[in-house]
């Protein structure tokens, strides 16, 4: 099965302009999440959706993060206006529906701010 | 507050040689914990995963990783490391049942002496 697809895989913005990053799951996976990976650490959960709705965001900076997932497929997450701080992967993931199933990881966008 | 602490921060071994992670994770109720690997540039990939029962789990490319409730620990080992298992490893721990959220160690990243 074709794995998860992230688009770009790489961008260097300055600060204060926007960006945006796309991912297409896998076939079928309910659930999509989006990741922010700063360099020399774990993974951290910026949104979670299911299907198109959202099942947790309370870890994305609202102010100037958003993303969608229209009709519950592709998914684009934004950034505006971006800071410095901002700089580092963004990993999309998706699994099946169902209990603790397994995620399964794009490659990433790696973001550099200048 | 749920986290899972990997102390290492980087391990060198050599090739043919044992490998042990360690991982210890803060969490209330009954923990579902996963081990991924991640080459650079690259997303991550799921090793293994505990959710109950037997507590010595077996996954891919020939790891294991058993689970001490009384300890805390979720500890990787392989019993024999080949160079390609170079890469940073990340233990992580599922914090609902019901929306499958990560929350991620800090990573432990692993140099394979020839």
């Given at each position: 099965e074709a794995g998860v697809a992230q688009s770009p895989r790489y961008k260097i913005i300055e600060k204060r302009q926007s960006v945006a990053f796309w991912c297409n799951p896998i076939s079928g996976h309910?659930?999509?999440?989006?990741?922010?990976?700063?360099?020399?650490?774990?993974?951290?959960?910026?949104?979670?959706?299911?299907?198109?709705?959202?099942?947790?965001?309370?870890?994305?900076?609202?102010?100037?993060?958003?993303?969608?997932?229209?009709?519950?497929?592709?998914?684009?997450?934004k950034i505006q206006p971006a800071k410095l701080e901002d700089s580092a992967v963004y990993l999309c993931a998706s699994s099946a529906r169902g209990f603790n199933q397994p995620q399964h990881f794009g490659d990433g966008t790696r973001l550099s701010i200048l | 507050a749920q986290s899972v602490?990997?102390?290492?921060?980087?391990?060198?071994?050599?090739?043919?040689?044992?490998?042990e992670l360690r991982c210890n994770y803060s969490y209330g109720a009954t923990p579902y914990l996963f081990w991924y690997v991640q080459s650079p540039g690259q997303g991550l990939q799921l090793l293994l995963k505990y959710f109950s029962g037997d507590?010595?789990?077996?996954?891919?490319?020939?790891?294991?990783?058993?689970?001490?409730?009384?300890?805390?620990?979720?500890?990787?080992?392989?019993?024999?490391?080949?160079?390609?298992?170079?890469?940073?490893?990340?233990?992580a721990v599922g914090v609902s049942s019901n929306t499958g959220k990560l929350i991620f160690g800090q990573g432990t990243t692993l140099q394979v002496k020839p």
């Open positions: 309910a659930t999509l999440y989006w990741y922010q990976q700063i360099l020399g650490q774990g993974p951290k959960l910026l949104i979670q959706f299911q299907n198109n709705g959202v099942v947790d965001d309370s870890q994305l900076p609202k102010d100037r993060f958003s993303a969608e997932r229209l009709k519950g497929v592709d998914s684009t997450l | 602490t990997q102390p290492d921060i980087h391990i060198t071994v050599s090739e043919g040689a044992s490998l507590t010595l789990v077996q996954g891919i490319k020939g790891f294991e990783a058993e689970f001490k409730r009384s300890q805390s620990s979720f500890n990787l080992r392989k019993p024999s490391v080949h160079w390609s298992d170079a890469a940073e490893y990340f233990c």
